[in-house]
């Protein structure tokens, strides 16, 4: 209920977000951006029961894997040290091909759109290296591209809650609306940062991010009656014993 829920708030987000980007000078990639938006449409309705098959453990570890990666890079690139900054991971004339783009780009969203589905987490922090490793693209773009993805992906999200009856419309109607001016601000503040500056805050993030799922996977693997269970202090055993 509190995935779809907040799934289903995300819409505001999204719409504001992408609205702002695109109104105040930010850019936005559409040769990319289309086939991730078509991809992520894929991946919301259909692929989120595949990947719901898979492990938790094992999404949650290649999240992992992603987010760590993502957070070295732009630190590298922030300290001027990544010899691949601002350049794609692929070559121009690949870039430069339709028969490329298309097809990779409208995987790359079913994977996204599949992953956010699933897990409601990850969604920004897949999009956003995708563009930035792949094509190139700088963070603003990336993230305003990123926004626009997600925009078609939550409606869908929000289709496929609400009529499972896991979305609460009423409490996803108030966060959207709270969630408007924070979502312009948001996009406001993002474009008015050096791009160094942002690409520290979002390694932060994303180390900050890696680190949360590093803590939860290590817990789960802690046996639950453990958890449960709290230690009692020496020499209270015989006490406890005997109740």
Known sequence: ????????????????????????????????????????????????????????????????????????????????????????????????????????????????????????????????????????????????TSLLLFVPNSVVGAVVHLRRGTASPRISGYVGLGAVPGAAGGALLALALDGVVLGVAFAGFALAMGAREILLLARRRQPAADRRRPVPPVGFEPTLRRF
């Open 1 to 144: 209920m509190a995935h779809g829920t907040a799934t289903t708030a995300n819409i505001a987000v999204c719409v504001i977000g992408a609205a702002v980007y695109a109104l105040a000078g930010g850019a936005v990639d559409l040769r990319a951006g289309t086939g991730l938006i078509i991809g992520g449409i894929i991946g919301g309705f259909f692929g989120a029961d595949i990947v719901s098959r898979l492990p938790d453990r094992v999404l949650r570890l290649l999240f992992i894997v992603v987010v760590l990666v993502t957070a070295a890079k732009l630190s590298l690139d922030a300290a001027g040290l990544d010899p691949l900054a601002g350049r794609a991971a692929v070559s121009p004339a690949l870039l430069a091909s339709l028969w490329f783009v298309v097809p990779v780009t409208v995987v790359a969203g079913i994977v996204i759109g599949a992953w956010a589905a699933a897990l409601g987490l990850g969604g920004g922090l897949l999009a956003v290296p995708a563009l930035v490793v792949l094509f190139g693209a700088d963070l603003h773009t990336a993230a305003g």
